[in-house]
């Protein structure tokens, strides 16, 4: 079947898929730490803790935001919690709220890995990002919202469907 549906945005889409697929294949992982290894997911589960860490989100939210399933959620916070990565609380009154927070071992490995980072990964990206307006920064952040929308949506529970019988002879 040819592709002329995607039209000129062809090479955009291969572009995307071989970005999604590569971080598929890395994602699980443990590249990153200096004193104890982390994996992209376990990273990306730290940057949330740390960014909402004031507001006390409990581990549903995260799971919500971050486009996993509350059992994935699960397992990868138990791994950064075994690890001494991070720490879990609750709510005096409120036992079922589970309130993630870094560790202060955490913390050291993030600062570590985000100044790695920077410096390596995401330089050519921020300098990109630099040269943009804010205006084209915001389409940029459009078109992943987009992409982060789908691949959200495939997650949620199929709709259910009128079932049809058939009589059995």
């Known amino acids: 079947m040819k592709l002329e549906?995607?039209?000129e945005y062809r090479d955009i889409v291969g572009d995307f898929y071989r970005s999604?697929?590569?971080y598929s294949q890395i994602c699980k992982m443990e590249l990153f730490g200096d004193k104890v290894r982390f994996s992209p997911y376990e990273v990306q589960i730290m940057e949330?803790?740390?960014e909402y860490a004031e507001q006390h989100k409990n581990m549903k939210w995260y799971a919500e935001q971050l486009g996993l399933s509350q059992a994935t959620?699960?397992?990868?916070?138990r791994k950064l919690?075994?690890?001494?990565l991070l720490e879990k609380y609750h709510k005096v009154g409120n036992r079922k709220?589970?309130?993630l927070m870094a560790s202060p071992l955490g913390l050291e490995e993030y600062a570590h890995y985000s100044r790695q980072m920077r410096a390596t990964v995401?330089?050519?990206l921020f300098d990109l990002l630099d040269s943009m307006s804010p205006e084209e920064r915001g389409i940029v952040k459009k078109v992943f919202s987009i992409c982060g929308?789908?691949?959200r949506e495939s997650l949620e529970e199929p709709k259910e469907r009128p079932v049809s019988l058939v009589k059995v002879e």
Request: charged share 25%; no cysteine; net charge positive.
């Open 20 to 22: 999604a697929n590569g």
């Open 48 to 50: 949330h803790i740390l």
């Open 5 to 7: 549906w995607m039209g």
């Open 122 to 124: 995401f330089r050519e």
């Open 81 to 84: 919690v075994d690890k001494g």
């Open 97 to 99: 709220d589970i309130i």
């Open 73 to 77: 959620l699960s397992k990868y916070v």
């Open 149 to 151: 929308r789908w691949h």
